[in-house]
């Protein structure tokens, strides 16, 4: 009897053969071209550059990804804190909402200077920006989360007594799970652009100090080895994500 391959393992094995595809057809078509480092560097050059400083990228990368996690963290609770507070107050949503809208629609890129002149260059700057750019989707999420309760359920539990933070916390929490881990799979990669973004504006380490470098001094090769280290983390948050949904939500 011939074994069949697991449909997941399948589909990763499918997802790193396209990937090494990509890699391999990037790879010619820049030796087939002839296209100058400095335009466009071949993946295997790429590569070159991060086995050369592996500490230097590594510490950068440490950098970023904390200040990815902590604006991710912020966001998140913001996000969920918020719209736990607008269903226990419905008449507090429009304004709220409103507000939020504004933050979300004002250029992340306009704030960041701004808030490296007020906080310096630490780390709080990103970690600002990475939380207003996760906490919008997260509040959205939660809060269309709440709303799918049916009214039936509600009417149920009122009958029997119980009082809106009961009905929250038994029913409508439950419901928002799923919603809320949509939300993560799609911010928890953006934390990280939310994180490089702030650096560009000025700071002291991180991968987007290294992408500011290399594009100024024209070093591709150290510029792209950044992308790859931002891709590779963008596509483990997400992939942890998933895991920890399927562990939490096995009663779906």
Not at 39 to 45: C, K
Not at 157 to 173: C, D, E, G, N, P
Request: net charge positive.
């Amino acid at each position: 009897m011939i074994e069949k391959t697991p449909p997941d393992r399948a589909s990763n094995l499918l997802a790193v053969l396209l990937i090494l595809a990509a890699l391999l057809l990037w790879e010619a078509s820049v030796h087939l071209t002839g296209t100058p480092v400095y335009l466009l560097p071949a993946p295997s050059r790429v590569l070159w550059t991060l086995a050369r400083q592996p500490l230097y990228y590594l510490q950068a990368s440490g950098v970023t990804l904390l200040e990815a996690f902590a604006g991710l963290l912020l966001g998140a609770m913001f996000g969920m804190g918020l719209a736990i507070l607008l269903n226990l107050a419905p008449r507090l949503e429009r304004g709220m909402m409103s507000l939020a809208i504004l933050i979300k629609s004002t250029p992340l890129a306009a704030i960041a200077p701004l808030l490296t002149i007020w906080f310096g260059f630490g780390m709080l700057p990103k970690v600002i920006i990475t939380a207003l750019l996760t906490f919008f989707p997260t509040l959205v999420n939660v809060l269309v989360g709440f709303q799918s309760a049916e009214r039936e359920l509600i009417d149920l539990m009122y009958v029997h007594r119980a009082t809106r933070w009961q009905v929250l916390r038994h029913l409508k929490l439950y419901l928002a799970l799923p919603y809320l881990f949509a939300a993560l799979r799609v911010v928890a990669p953006l934390s990280l652009i939310g994180a490089v973004v702030a650096e560009w504006s000025g700071a002291s380490g991180g991968l987007g100090r290294i992408m500011w470098l290399a594009y100024a001094n024209l070093n591709l090769p150290a510029m792209f080895a950044a992308i790859f280290i931002l891709s590779a983390c963008g596509m483990i948050a997400y992939l942890l994500i998933v895991a920890i949904e399927q562990r939490l939500l096995r009663w779906r």
